[in-house]
């Protein structure tokens, strides 16, 4: 067996994801510069979140969970992957060309679902027309999916990474030419930026598809053995997916209740979402492949150590991001966003968000080194039951505080939803043996990390009281902020490196054996 890179393939997707966040914040910066947290803004929160929603459930969430591991095994074994791969294809493609056309007519009773409380109010109407124009792009990002799924299960991960940063550069350029260059309004180029940056990374990994020598095509849908097989696993990915969208949907109900809600909690969601994307995802995208293929090997040893040192890495980047957005997420988000229509009353409430956010991020970030555990295997079953117990606790705790603590429910819902889920995987594990258990040097490691990312949090609460007048000048906002950024990453890497919660040399050498 050839392996999979680890971590040159972390570092790749990583590094990618990381520049597509970077862009995320100047295109989220400029929608709320220029859009505020108003109707308009909370429409385009809705509507973008709609084919996104279906795209987790359909594409990166249930369908690739369940066609990657089959589709590393026969590629492994040489059975006919390409085959299996554009049959796939073609399934995929004429379902969501149903779900699309079926969305535009029922739009109205799919924003209702996603947030009654703009029933009767300008949101609404925006809503629906905007959710008609996105739609479209879940067609598109779909089949970006699988073949970026196909891409990653043979160790190329550079195109299927950078198609998000493609997303990211047009909606920025979108909004320029809305803004600037033509005098259309911004929210309706923005909007219809979307299906055509779609099209674009659909594009970008085809091309990459094709010039790595996987022909993948599009041909008459046929039911295959293979496809049964593939459904068999991916209903129950189905279901658990469908049950992380109620989640989603749940909160978005109970946020759309509480005046600029939804909006705050999306740009929180931007802010929590850099390291979980650059970590977590980054690491499960190639774990996920890199076990399936040991697993058809029998490389009980190989899998235990890819999975060890998958977390080791991901907690020793996690933990200090976590502490951070916890300890100072006021003046991340005042320097990050605060400008044009934001007011001072937005960036408290963000942060607050931030903040809850933050407590979560090393459950959500655990959830994707664990959960290749199970889909490798391709057992998309117990993860069902497991996301079915933490959308309960999502839906008491969301549903039971608002009208206690009002729409900050939401996001200390999320995150308490996110630890059961984190701690079902891990017990849930047991069964499977020496493969899935962590060694003695990750055990040893977390404890010193965590030490390391507390101790950094300590030192960052004085250093933000003494940068606070900078902090409030527009000229030396950016650098205060990364002042204190850098100071952070300073005292957590030097304690962490004194305490051995880590080694470069270890880094160095995991870079060249990959």
Same mark, same amino acid.
């Given at each position: ?160 990474? %950078?198609?998000?940063?493609? #997303?990211?550069?047009? $909606? ?5 030419? *809305?803004? @600037? &260059?033509?005098?259309? !309004? ?95 995802? %980054?690491?499960?995208?190639? #774990?996920?492949?890199? $076990? ?5 090997? *029998?490389? @009980? &040893?190989?899998?235990? !150590? ?95 505080? %608002? ?14 939803? *996110? ?96």
């Amino acid at each position: 067996m050839k392996p999979i890179r680890l971590v040159s393939g972390f570092l790749t997707v990583g590094g990618w994801t990381m520049l597509s966040r970077i862009l995320g914040f100047v295109r989220d910066a400029m929608i709320l510069a220029y859009l505020g947290t108003g109707p308009a803004y909370q429409a385009f929160v809705v509507a973008f979140r709609l084919p996104n929603m279906f795209r987790r459930f359909f594409a990166e969430g249930a369908f690739n969970t369940a066609f990657v591991p089959l589709f590393a095994k026969k590629f492994e074994a040489g059975e006919n992957a390409e085959d299996f791969a554009s049959d796939a294809l073609s399934g995929l493609a004429t379902v969501l060309i149903a779900l699309t056309a079926i969305a535009h007519l029922a739009m109205p009773w799919m924003i209702l679902a996603l947030a009654s409380g703009f029933a009767g109010q300008e949101e609404f109407a925006l809503s629906v027309e905007y959710g008609r124009i996105t739609f479209p792009y879940i067609l598109f990002i779909s089949i970006a999916a699988l073949l970026s799924g196909v891409l990653n299960a043979t160790g190329r991960f550079a195109a299927a990474a %950078a198609a998000p940063v493609l #997303l990211n550069v047009m $909606l920025i350029g979108g909004m320029y030419v *809305g803004a @600037v &260059a033509s005098g259309i !309004d911004v929210a309706t180029a923005l909007i219809w930026t979307i299906p055509l940056a779609g099209v674009g990374q659909m594009l970008l990994v085809w091309r990459a598809a094709a010039r790595a020598g996987l022909r993948i095509r599009v041909k008459r849908p046929r039911f295959t053995p293979e496809l049964k097989e593939l459904l068999r696993i991916a209903v129950p990915a189905a279901l658990a997916g469908g049950v992380v969208q109620v989640n989603l949907l749940v909160g978005q109900q109970v946020a759309s209740y509480f005046d600029r809600a939804v909006g705050w909690l999306f740009a929180a969601d931007r802010l929590y979402q850099l390291p979980l994307g650059v970590v977590g995802i %980054a690491i499960g995208i190639v #774990l996920l492949p890199d $076990l399936s293929r040991r697993l058809k090997a *029998g490389d @009980v &040893a190989g899998s235990r !150590d890819a999975l060890s040192r998958a977390a080791e890495m991901s907690l020793m980047l996690t933990m200090p991001a976590a502490v951070a957005l916890v300890v100072i997420p006021l003046p991340l988000v005042s320097v990050l966003f605060e400008r044009g229509a934001i007011t001072p009353e937005d960036t408290r409430a963000i942060a607050l968000a931030v903040a809850v956010y933050g407590l979560g991020l090393p459950a959500f970030v655990m959830q994707k080194i664990l959960q290749p555990l199970y889909f490798a295997r391709s057992d998309t079953r117990t993860p069902f039951r497991f996301a079915l117990w933490a959308m309960a606790v999502n839906a008491v705790l969301a549903v039971g505080l %608002a009208p206690v603590i009002g729409w900050i429910a939401t996001a200390l819902a999320t995150t308490v939803a *996110g630890w059961t889920m984190m701690v079902m995987l891990h017990f849930g594990a047991r069964p499977m043996g020496e493969a899935v258990r962590f060694d003695d040097r990750f055990r040893r490691r977390i404890v010193r990390i965590t030490i390391a990312a507390l101790l950094m949090g300590a030192a960052l609460l004085p250093a933000w009281w003494l940068l606070t007048p900078w902090l409030q000048l527009a000229g030396l906002r950016f650098a205060a902020l990364g002042l204190l950024v850098t100071w952070g990453a300073v005292v957590y890497f030097g304690v962490g490196h004194l305490i051995g919660a880590f080694r470069l040399s270890d880094l160095r050498r995991a870079m060249r054996r990959g």
